[in-house]
């Protein structure tokens, strides 16, 4: 459409997507411009090129460069952009900070066929009494990116979340899992469609089912061992941080969020440091997967 910004690709070799949600809104400021250069390095090593995600200035961009990024860290009040707000950011000429839904339509635009991020939306708890499910299950039946991720978040309905993706064609594989993990822990009740100890084989597959089907892939690599939260830690400080975030009203997009943040507080930044953890095993498989991909971007 006339006026409508176009996407800024400026993606490598062999490129990996990367979220800006994490960033902006996931982490301390200060913290954020270290972590962006540690995930760069880490996909780097791996023979793949880190790929950015962002809006500034009303303009998506795929790779953004290091003053972008500033930009973006800096500025103050950064909206999350998911795919129901995203045309309103490119056309209001704002900044945003892409999640997972909206990196994903921008990767794929662009041709970008892995995504590394900590953990995927889903269905919320309670959903027979509020419909809320993350536009992220949907992204994943519309676009062929592979999204490398520790599973779902703990706070949501797993095994619900699961379901949604059956019901919408979506794969779930595992890398040396036989289960879809729940972001701060390895395991949960809900299992995967298929089991890959090889990351060579994997990366076949992933490339023959993004071309056979046009839709996502979702990767489950559990968080490493060493990082795992204790499961009865989780469920006590996971009580406590809901029960803050109820008694502060919070709804829609902003509960997960909100109950993240209470979580890092109670947890005195043990679930901050399991996420880091989490997502530069992500970054790291992403990255091996990607540079076994033929270059399309």
Same mark, same amino acid.
């Given at each position: 459409?006339?006026?409508? =910004?176009?996407?800024?690709?400026?993606?490598?070799?062999?490129?990996?997507?990367?979220?800006?949600?994490?960033?902006?809104?996931?982490?301390?400021?200060?913290?954020? =411009?270290?972590?962006?250069?540690?995930? !760069?390095?880490?996909?780097?090593?791996?023979?793949?090129?880190?790929?950015?995600?962002?809006?500034?200035?009303?303009?998506?961009?795929?790779?953004?460069?290091?003053?972008?990024?500033?930009?973006?860290?800096?500025?103050?009040? &950064?909206?999350?952009?998911?795919?129901?707000?995203?045309? %309103?950011?490119?056309?209001?000429?704002?900044?945003?900070?892409?999640?997972?839904? @909206?990196?994903?339509?921008?990767?794929?635009?662009?041709?970008?066929?892995? /995504?590394?991020?900590?953990?995927?939306?889903?269905?919320?708890?309670?959903?027979?009494?509020?419909?809320?499910?993350?536009?992220?299950?949907?992204?994943? @039946?519309? /676009?062929?990116?592979?999204?490398?991720?520790?599973?779902?978040?703990?706070?949501?309905?797993?095994?619900?979340? $699961?379901?949604?993706?059956?019901?919408?064609?979506?794969?779930?594989?595992?890398? $040396?899992?036989?289960? *879809?993990?729940? /972001?701060?822990?390895?395991?949960?009740?809900?299992?995967?469609?298929?089991?890959?100890?090889?990351?060579?084989?994997?990366?076949? /597959?992933?490339? @023959?089912?993004?071309?056979?089907?046009?839709?996502?892939?979702?990767?489950?690599?559990?968080? =490493?061992?060493?990082?795992?939260?204790?499961?009865?830690? +989780?469920?006590? +400080?996971?009580?406590?941080?809901?029960?803050? &975030?109820?008694?502060?009203?919070? @709804?829609?997009?902003? %509960?997960? =969020?909100? &109950?993240? !943040?209470?979580?890092?507080?109670?947890?005195?930044?043990?679930?901050?440091?399991?996420?880091?953890? *989490? %997502?530069?095993?992500?970054?790291?498989?992403?990255?091996?997967?990607?540079?076994?991909?033929?270059?399309?971007?």
């Amino acid at each position: 459409m006339p006026g409508t =910004p176009r996407t800024i690709n400026r993606t490598g070799e062999h490129p990996v997507a990367l979220e800006t949600t994490l960033l902006v809104h996931g982490i301390p400021r200060d913290s954020a =411009p270290a972590l962006a250069r540690e995930l !760069g390095d880490i996909i780097r090593e791996h023979g793949a090129t880190p790929a950015m995600v962002g809006i500034v200035s009303g303009r998506a961009i795929v790779g953004l460069n290091d003053d972008e990024l500033g930009a973006l860290i800096a500025a103050p009040d &950064v909206p999350k952009v998911n795919r129901a707000n995203l045309g %309103v950011a490119l056309h209001g000429g704002s900044h945003g900070a892409t999640t997972v839904s @909206s990196t994903m339509e921008l990767a794929a635009e662009v041709g970008v066929r892995v /995504f590394a991020t900590g953990g995927i939306g889903g269905v919320h708890k309670g959903f027979a009494r509020a419909l809320d499910i993350s536009s992220d299950l949907l992204a994943l @039946s519309g /676009f062929p990116v592979a999204v490398v991720t520790s599973g779902v978040k703990s706070l949501l309905d797993i095994c619900a979340t $699961r379901e949604v993706l059956e019901t919408l064609a979506v794969p779930v594989i595992g890398f $040396r899992t036989d289960s *879809l993990p729940a /972001f701060y822990l390895r395991d949960s009740e809900a299992g995967v469609d298929a089991r890959f100890d090889d990351v060579e084989r994997m990366a076949s /597959f992933i490339e @023959s089912e993004l071309a056979r089907t046009g839709r996502g892939v979702v990767v489950c690599n559990p968080i =490493p061992e060493s990082d795992e939260i204790d499961a009865t830690s +989780w469920h006590a +400080w996971l009580e406590t941080a809901e029960s803050r &975030v109820r008694e502060r009203d919070v @709804s829609g997009r902003d %509960v997960t =969020p909100a &109950v993240l !943040g209470e979580l890092h507080e109670v947890s005195r930044g043990a679930t901050l440091r399991a996420n880091l953890a *989490l %997502v530069r095993s992500n970054a790291a498989l992403g990255a091996k997967i990607a540079s076994l991909l033929p270059h399309s971007a």
